[in-house]
């Protein structure tokens, strides 16, 4: 599997915007993009995803670098809510990878208030 | 609430034991996981059902025993763990196995083994 490197952990105040980044220079054209984050004690929850083309949801906004090596997730307006371990993972949308999921260390997103 | 749940939330068991774990979902989806997730290292994959059938392995020791009766239920029948198998194990399920299909997590059960 295609690889992701993020920063162990970021800070950011409440109501300020926060970027995430994320390197995948290996990626590969048949790889998606996705973004899960893990609030403390529960199941990771999926954020957001793309292929090449920018992408927004009531959550999040992705934005992928045009040689697609590298990715932001932007949360527009940091709360309290959204500190979390955030996940950026590559799906392989060839053969039968069957949803595979495969999770680094992410990052430890800590808002501050 | 993602509509997955797990049962028991929390379990403590001797190495000689047999306990099962129970992840249920209500979305009317064909795909199920386990996923576990130890101190200090990333979730792993363990098992991948797909319309009931088992089409992932992530080279899980047998003392793990997965079971798919039905697109709704998932279990992982555990024996003679060891206390390395000490844990949070997550279920989730998705629309399908395919690459692109949002997956929903459950709380997960949270394991130790003495």
């Known amino acids: 599997d295609a690889k992701t490197t993020q920063p162990n952990s970021m800070e950011s105040n409440e109501e300020e915007p926060v970027h995430l980044p994320c390197n995948h220079s290996?990626?590969?054209?048949?790889?998606?993009i996705h973004w899960y984050r893990q609030l403390p004690s529960q199941g990771p929850e999926y954020v957001i995803h793309g292929l090449t083309s920018n992408v927004n949801n009531r959550m999040a906004s992705l934005a992928i670098a045009e040689d697609r090596k590298s990715s932001t997730l932007i949360l527009h307006r940091a709360t309290l809510r959204d500190a979390a371990v955030y996940y950026c993972i590559l799906r392989d949308r060839s053969g039968t990878s069957y949803g595979k999921l495969t999770f680094g260390q992410g990052t430890i997103l800590t808002v501050h208030p | 609430e993602t509509g997955v749940t797990q049962t028991p939330r929390h379990l403590v068991m001797g190495m000689t034991n047999k306990k099962s774990l129970k992840c249920e979902q209500h979305l009317g989806h064909n795909a199920m996981y386990w996923y576990k997730q130890s101190a200090k290292k990333p979730l792993e994959l363990m098992f991948v059902y797909n319309f009931k059938e088992q089409t992932e392995n992530n080279s899980v020791p047998s003392r793990f025993s997965p079971e798919c009766p039905n697109s709704s239920h998932l279990f992982l029948h555990l024996h003679t763990l060891q206390p390395e198998d000490s844990a949070l194990y997550l279920c989730?399920?998705?629309?399908?196995?395919?690459?692109?299909?949002?997956?929903?997590f459950g709380p997960g059960t949270r394991l130790t083994v003495l």
């Open positions: 989730a399920s998705s629309p399908s196995g395919n690459y692109n299909n949002e997956q929903f």
């Open positions: 290996t990626i590969s054209g048949t790889d998606y």
